[in-house]
């Protein structure tokens, strides 16, 4: 009777390990199609966006260009991202992520010469090379969010003390911040802190540390927000200084009419919005494409989709972008590895971080940092990061599937 109890409950065991694995292998491939399934609207949405655009402004965008950056950066997250383990990353290549990022931002950027490093908006972030423009410090995000996790990762594993892991985790944030503020490219150094502070507040961390710290950061601003509003007449300063006078007056005093190309952007933003209301103009019908609103192609990209689609096509993309951000924190939660935890938790915040940027400035809640939307924007280097990112994340769901 022994013997038969024992093989009775082998064999339970092996129902419920059988039943698991399918429960397993179901939410793997839920989660794989669910992403693939949003990335292709996506992308779809902003292919029409962009026709839209590209119909009366064929002088600045390529739609033939834009498609191939889109079907490269699709491919290159196929071949590399998703198909080799993260965890290679953290074996193999962490040292060298680290010596090409800092190469990257020091010499290429730092010492080259006007004709491949232009001034572009006052910012010397970008690379042209045969016509292609590329922007490092785009592409090295997702190499900032892998040196971060293996940092987090292993003061985790090692029971580092706090102070130890936000000491290392911040040199590596430092590391990255001088190089791209010698690009005098402030939005995406602020974009780098929002990842990070992201990625910290995801840790096991004392959180009273992690609020105390942004807390005191987030009062300083709005303290010098407040100065540079009371004090806005008498300061005159750097374009970022402008900048930030011009996104508080609108905010406060609705003078974003006055003679500046920002708060003139701004101000034909949120008049694409109104006219857009709830339904759109329907598509094809935008008219802030006709030259009135300068960057509708890159920056204020999302402009024209609520003028055109209105807040239903506006909430739409919303829905998108959430319900890929909360499969990624879904898959970061199942990871068992702390590496890939963190991975997943990075690359998710790095996107969803960088939508809502975006939409926040368009709407004149943010100051204009110059921060592309995702994939929507025109151009390859923040598209490539991306979905390469995503291919990263198909590959730690394929992972955890693969272990059982």
């Known amino acids: 009777m022994k013997i038969e109890n024992k093989s009775i409950y082998h064999q339970h065991n092996e129902i419920d390990e059988n039943i698991q694995k399918d429960i397993e292998e179901k939410k793997y491939r839920r989660r794989k199609r669910s992403i693939m399934i949003i990335l292709g609207a996506i992308m779809i949405l902003s292919l029409f966006n962009m026709f839209s655009i590209g119909y009366y402004k064929e002088d600045q965008i390529s739609l033939r260009k834009y498609a191939m950056l889109m079907g490269g950066a699709i491919a290159s997250s196929w071949v ?16 060298i992520l680290l010596i090409v990022g ?23 972030g970008w690379l042209k090379i045969k016509g292609f423009t590329l922007q490092p410090s785009e592409i090295l995000k997702i190499p900032f969010i892998i040196l971060l ?49 992201f990625m910290l507040f995801l840790t096991k961390l004392d959180k009273k540390i992690i609020i105390g710290v942004t807390g005191a950061g987030v009062i300083s601003s709005f303290l010098g927000g407040y100065f540079v509003l009371k004090n806005s007449e008498k300061i005159s300063g750097s374009y970022k200084i402008e900048r930030i006078k011009i996104f508080l007056e609108g905010l406060f005093r609705d003078s974003y009419t006055k003679n500046s190309k920002v708060g003139y952007q701004v101000n034909q933003s949120l008049l694409a919005y109104g006219n857009g209301g709830f339904f759109g103009r329907s598509y094809g019908s935008g008219v802030q494409k006709y030259n009135y609103l300068p960057e509708i192609h890159s920056d204020f990209i999302m402009a024209l989709f609520g003028e055109e689609l209105g807040f239903i096509g506006v ?16 898959i970061a939660i199942s990871c068992k590895d702390s590496f890939g935890r963190y991975l997943a938790l990075g690359i998710g915040g790095y996107i969803i971080s960088q939508f809502l940027i975006n939409i926040f400035v368009t709407l004149g809640l943010l100051p204009v940092f110059g921060i592309p939307m995702p994939v929507f924007s025109y151009g390859g280097s923040s598209m490539i990061a991306i979905i390469s990112g995503i291919g990263i994340i198909l590959n730690i769901n394929k992972s955890m599937f693969d272990k059982k």
């Open 80 to 95: 590399i991202p998703y198909h080799l383990s993260y965890k290679e990353y953290r074996k193999k290549y962490m040292k």
């Open 102 to 124: 800092c190469l990257a931002l020091l010499l290429l950027v730092m010492f080259g010469p006007p004709s491949i490093v232009p001034n572009i908006k006052g910012a010397k």
């Open 149 to 197: 996790a293996n940092v987090l990762a292993k003061g985790e594993e090692k029971k580092l003390p706090i102070n130890k892991i936000i000491c290392n985790s911040l040199i590596i944030f430092i590391g990255f911040a001088i190089f791209i503020c010698h690009q005098n490219d402030l939005g995406t150094v602020i974009h780098y802190g929002t990842i990070y502070i």
């Open 315 to 330: 909430f739409i993309v919303i829905i998108l972008f959430f319900t890929l951000y909360n499969i990624i924190i879904e």
